[in-house]
């Protein structure tokens, strides 16, 4: 916003303030400084891997975090009970953190690399399959900035997925796919029941998500409000044919599953340390919570303890941690 001096300086106030600079300079042209304040290992694979290290899950992660892996990858790699790289380079993105959200701007169009051919090479070895006859809960994320990801979806389901006997959970994070044609998410969501048929499927949303999805599907959006959200959730289950829709929102999360539906206040923090990641961080509560078998209202809560913690610490939290969280609450 403004700078007087090395040490002395104050952001843009909002995204509100952000947006009207940004119409201001329509026709004209503008400048801003953005002060990087650090480099962190990001995605959603590793965001949600890096809350289920830090609670202590044995996590075995195949993702795109570059050949070598980039150095900002090394710790989380360290981190898993094992780690595969599947793409020459990763993805990047500069995170523009404000009070009320953030605005993140995705350099991904290498992220193509990860086709069906570059799929079926890293599946000969067998390595990954040997993995999911192993697991309680696949989770596969990022569905938006990989350009041929249903295409792969479909290929894991007719070469690893559909072959699987004990019928894991399958959690799927889409990330924002606003930027997305209504026929690739269309097409998409189509392979949603196929992937059912191998094992019950948490579709895992945010509230900007879920009514992107409802306007798709020719329903109305949902208000900012737990029995709203909490009624598209039901919705949404029945239309996709999936097992349960589990949608996080900034002050509370809600789902609707085979038992029911719920929705959980959440630890709301008005001024959070870091926020690119704390939806991702909630999901590595929710996937625990599954391998815990916890009821839906306490997997919620537990995805919401996992949040806030983030949130409040920039860093993901332990199982000691957020029970001592939960205390404060």
């Known amino acids: ?85 599947w793409a020459g380079v990763h993805g990047r993105t500069i995170a523009l953190e404000f009070s009320d959200g953030k605005i993140m701007l995705c350099s991904v169009s290498q992220l193509a690399e990860l086709d069906v051919a570059c799929l079926d090479r890293h599946l000969a070895d067998g390595a990954y399959a040997r993995r999911c006859a192993q697991t309680q809960v696949i989770a596969l994320t990022n569905w938006t900035l990989y350009p041929h990801m249903t295409q792969v979806w479909l290929r894991l389901i007719e070469r690893v997925y559909s072959k699987l006997t004990h019928k894991p959970r399958f959690f799927v994070d889409l990330v924002d796919p606003t930027a997305r044609s209504a026929k690739d998410i269309s097409a998409m969501l189509a392979v949603l029941p196929q992937l059912q048929k191998c094992g019950p499927v948490t579709l895992g949303v945010n509230g900007n998500e879920g009514n992107v999805l409802a306007r798709i599907l020719g329903m109305d959006p949902a208000a900012d409000e737990p029995a709203a959200v909490e009624s598209q959730a039901r919705a949404l289950r029945t239309r996709l044919g999936v097992d349960e829709i589990a949608t996080h929102c900034i002050r509370f999360s809600a789902a609707a599953g085979a038992t029911g539906g719920a929705a959980v206040p959440g630890p709301w923090c008005e001024k959070p340390l870091k926020s690119t990641g704390a939806g991702d961080r909630y999901n590595s509560g929710t996937v625990l919570g599954h391998c815990l078998k916890l009821g839906l209202a306490e997997r919620l809560a537990l995805g919401n303890l996992a949040s806030g913690f983030f949130v409040r610490n920039a860093r993901s939290g332990t199982a000691a941690a957020l029970a001592a969280f939960a205390k404060t609450l």
């Open 1 to 85: 916003g403004e700078r007087r001096s090395l040490a002395d300086w104050s952001p843009i106030g909002g995204i509100p303030a952000f947006g009207a600079w940004v119409n201001g300079a329509a026709g004209r042209s503008a400048l801003r400084e953005v002060v990087i304040s650090r480099v962190d290992p990001g995605g959603c694979a590793v965001n949600l891997g890096d809350g289920l290290n830090a609670m202590g899950v044995a996590l075995h992660a195949f993702a795109t975090l570059g050949d070598p892996v980039h150095p900002a990858f090394r710790s989380f790699a360290a981190a898993c009970a094992s780690c595969t790289s």
